[in-house]
């Protein structure tokens, strides 16, 4: 028995001592490390400064950060002026991750999984983008030191997109929307691309945007909307004028960890000035997860869309066209028989979009950026239809991290404000931009304000009031299901949160799992069956209704 117990006691610390060899990741070296002594100078509330680089908060509510040097020296120069917002983000981020994933223990094995899963995570990030997030990394908080080592934490929440995406049942909750118009299809025949980044890790992520203004050694100067301690692309715009902007699709199983794509954006983004150089820098890295690449390129005058599985890469154009789509499924003739990317089609909210987002284009002979602005904050479906406010078939589904607008040709970008895409979209004169941000010393506002486009008219409305509400029912209803709580609700509050939202099927959806969890069958099923006469999102969602009704049991 004791002997067993030895044995078995051994093979334990064998496997963990393996599993701590193969996951445990070599620290970058930078060669010249004496940023490391330079101190940030408080100069105003919310705007620091260290040398020539600077964070401040504008009176719009973006944060915005310059930087400028080589991978190491920015990424120190961020990891000491963004410490605070830093902290937050991940304290926003690994909250909502907990309410996703309640069990420790499961959140023990994910944690183990993704360690074993990433270690050669880094083998596929480019130097200079590892000695940047090792620079921020050594920056911050102690707080999360029991998730992983700082840098090692860092490195795989860039690959957070990559895997959220992959492993999902649906594989998207959510599904951004992107479209580039030119030529005769834009009031002064320049570039202008527009889009939705509908990434949602709860409101409290979304607090803080990040406008990076970055100068690196080597490279083009950018400009790129994300959030503190995110040092790859999601949304930007280069200083020749290229664009980057990334769509998830459908993806296999990942079988091992490779590039993340946002990573691979930002290379594009750094060092590509016109399509061509853009997709070549695409081929050259592999990746784990499919991905669109919406290219805007000024030298090029047109916009184009790398589509990248984890085996392929190909440029898709839009032929015979002044006009690019791009939702989260593939147009390209490589996808054409693909079997997943057929069913992403068929079956998720991303067919929907890019045909409702086709017929908007359609609606302006020539589109200017506030008409780009309108189709961004488009809250209906195909036809004008109500379809519920929050609805995944929605361009603006309400839980946009942000949307943004490029006029390349002016070195133009406009960026939404909260919440979502209904704030004043704040325009940003590149130009200006990089000609007055070194050695800012005085905390002034760098936007055109003149620009700007103003805040949604349905922010004020009572539409909007009763969409807030709506989300502090659902919240609460989620809590109970997910907890199996008992709630008693009377027929006056059930009125009340149905015509909060009455033409979303998940008002309806969420009545009948709340009457199930009551074992009230009857009235289970009543809602259930309303919902399916709603505009729902995926052939999934709707599937699982109707399993649900066949499974009640009705005396």
């Given amino acids: 028995m004791f002997y067993s117990f030895f044995v078995a006691t051994d093979v334990v610390f064998l496997f963990l001592f393996w599993f701590i060899i193969v996951v445990t990741v070599k620290l970058p070296t930078p060669t010249d490390t004496s940023v490391l002594k330079l101190e940030r100078t408080e100069v105003a509330k919310d705007f620091y400064t260290l040398n020539n680089n600077w964070i401040k908060k504008s009176d719009s509510g973006l944060w915005e950060i310059y930087v400028e040097g080589d991978g190491f020296e920015r990424g120190v120069i961020e990891g000491k002026l963004n410490k605070e917002l830093a902290e937050k983000q991940e304290i926003a981020f690994v909250n909502q991750l907990k309410k996703m994933i309640p069990s420790q223990g499961m959140l023990n094995y994910l944690k183990f999984f993704i360690a074993f899963f990433n270690r050669h995570l880094d083998q596929y990030v480019p130097e200079e983008y590892k000695q940047e997030i090792y620079g921020e990394s050594l ?11 700082k840098y090692y934490r860092m490195l795989n929440y860039h690959a957070a997109h990559d895997i959220g995406h992959a492993l999902q049942d649906k594989n998207m909750i959510v599904g951004c929307t992107a479209f580039g118009a030119w030529a005769d299809k834009t009031d002064d025949g320049s570039l202008l691309i527009g889009r939705n980044f509908d990434f949602y890790v709860g409101d409290e992520f979304a ?6 203004f970055v100068k690196p ?11 503190a301690g995110m040092i790859g692309t999601v949304s930007g715009m280069n200083e020749k004028g290229l664009t980057v902007t990334i769509n998830a699709s459908k993806s296999e199983i990942p079988t091992s960890a490779a590039t993340p794509i946002s990573i691979v954006a930002r290379e594009i983004l750094q060092y590509a000035k016109n399509i061509e150089e853009a997709f070549a820098i695409a081929q050259k890295r592999k990746t784990f997860v499919s991905e669109s690449i919406l290219i805007g390129s000024l030298a090029d005058n047109r916009t184009a869309t790398i589509e990248k599985t984890p085996s392929k890469t190909e440029l898709f154009e839009a032929p015979n066209s002044d006009y690019i789509v791009c939702a989260n ?6 996808f054409g028989n693909d079997k997943v ?10 067919n929907y979009r890019f045909k409702h987002l086709n017929q908007l284009i359609n609606q302006y002979p020539k589109i200017s950026v506030s008409d780009a602005a309108s189709i961004l904050r488009n809250r209906k479906g195909m036809d004008g239809k109500d379809i519920g406010m929050g609805n995944e078939k929605s361009l603006n589904q309400l839980i946009a991290h942000h949307s943004v607008i490029f006029k390349p040709s002016k070195l133009q970008v406009w960026v939404s404000t909260n919440p979502f895409q209904l704030g004043p979209y704040i325009c940003y004169d590149l130009n200006k931009v990089f000609a007055e941000a070194p050695a800012l010393i005085e905390k002034k506002e760098l936007y055109e304000k003149q620009l700007n486009i103003p805040a949604d008219s349905f922010l004020f409305s009572r539409e909007y009031k009763k969409f807030v509400a709506y989300k ?8 109970a299901h997910k907890h199996k709580l008992h709630i008693d609700l009377d027929s006056k509050t059930i009125t009340t949160f149905i015509n909060l939202n009455p033409e979303y099927y998940d008002t309806y959806f969420l009545l009948g ?10 009235e289970a099923r009543l809602y259930y069956v309303k919902a399916l006469t709603k505009e729902i999102t995926t ?4 599937e699982a209704i109707d399993k649900l009704i066949d499974n009640l049991i009705i005396k």
């Fill in 472 to 479: 502090k029912f659902r919240e609460a209803f989620h809590f």
């Fill in 139 to 149: 920056f911050a908080s102690d707080k999360f030191d029991f998730i992983a080592p």
């Fill in 539 to 542: 052939v999934q969602d709707k």
């Fill in 513 to 522: 799992n709340y009457y199930k969890d009551e074992n009230e069958p009857v």
């Fill in 207 to 212: 607090e803080d945007k990040l406008i990076n």
């Fill in 329 to 334: 499924h593939y147009q390209g003739k490589s």
């Fill in 341 to 350: 990317n057929q069913e992403n089609i068929e079956k998720s909210s991303s």
């Fill in 217 to 227: 050694k080597t490279g083009y100067k950018l400009m790129m909307i994300s959030w």
